[in-house]
């Protein structure tokens, strides 16, 4: 749900993308032909969380944008606050504004391109959580030194959770998930709308938000910084096709 790119031609043209609020509403519009499989990715975030419903954690949702992932671990654990760090003001501004939790959850700005961003955050996490945010950080093996960084600041029986793309190991594998993918929710669609609608009409219903290239990382490689950084029990934990959910926990 995140959005800060670490190539130079993406900070240049930031005015126009993440920190434009008429861009924002229309990539928050956008991903909705793809729901039923975010809605399935959260569901998985929530449920791999290892600490009681009703205890008092702490979150930490990375690339949070308006916080869309952090509010439905608050909803789920009515005892859990959270910190939502993104690096665009604008999606900042947007959770704000749309938060009806009060003091259970905040926002700051930060990069993560840097490890400054762990200047942003105080304290432990009993939970660190991302979605969609963090496959923008493959060049320079960023993501893996993040690692490194998020698992200095998960509690002892915590956890790292991250709901986000991969690339297929070829690209006739790329193609065949497409297709699963798109044939998939298009069945979707058609049962939900009473066959009034299809996944095509639905995404040519929605505007383009092309924002740059991504450059998602591998899911084998992702899982052995994994284990590098200290995490244990690390796997992938659902999987359709190059959309995941991963991670591991800090015994």
């Known amino acids: 749900m995140s959005k800060a790119t670490p190539n130079d031609e993406s900070r240049t043209s930031i005015e126009t993308t993440w920190g434009n609020r008429e861009f924002i509403e229309r990539w928050i519009a956008k991903g909705g032909w793809q729901g039923p499989i975010r809605e399935m990715q959260t569901a998985m975030v929530l449920r791999m969380i290892p600490q009681p419903l009703d205890a008092p954690i702490r979150v930490l949702d990375l690339g949070a944008g308006y916080g869309a992932l952090a509010v439905a671990v608050l909803r789920d654990r009515p005892k859990a606050t959270a910190l939502c760090l993104d690096a665009s003001a604008e999606m900042l501004k947007l959770g704000r504004e749309r938060n009806a939790l009060g003091h259970r959850i905040e926002f700051v700005q930060a990069s993560l391109e840097t490890p400054d ?61 497409s297709r699963a993918r798109d044939e998939w929710l298009d069945r979707q669609v058609r049962e939900s709308s009473g066959g009034k609608t299809t996944l095509a009409e639905l995404r040519a219903a929605t505007p383009s938000t092309y924002h740059g290239s991504h450059n998602n990382g591998y899911l084998d490689e992702d899982l052995a910084w994994l284990k590098e950084a200290g995490f244990a029990d690390v796997d992938c934990f659902w999987k359709f096709g190059t959309t995941v959910v991963y991670g591991g926990f800090r015994t």
Request: some cysteine.
């Open 117 to 177: 961003w762990l200047n942003s955050v105080n304290g432990l996490f009993d939970a660190v959580i991302s979605s969609r945010a963090l496959h923008h950080f493959t060049t320079n093996q960023r993501r893996r030194f993040m690692f490194k960084e998020i698992f200095g600041i998960v509690r002892a029986g915590g956890c790292f959770i991250n709901a986000d793309n991969v690339r297929a190991p070829t690209q006739t594998l790329r193609d065949r998930y």
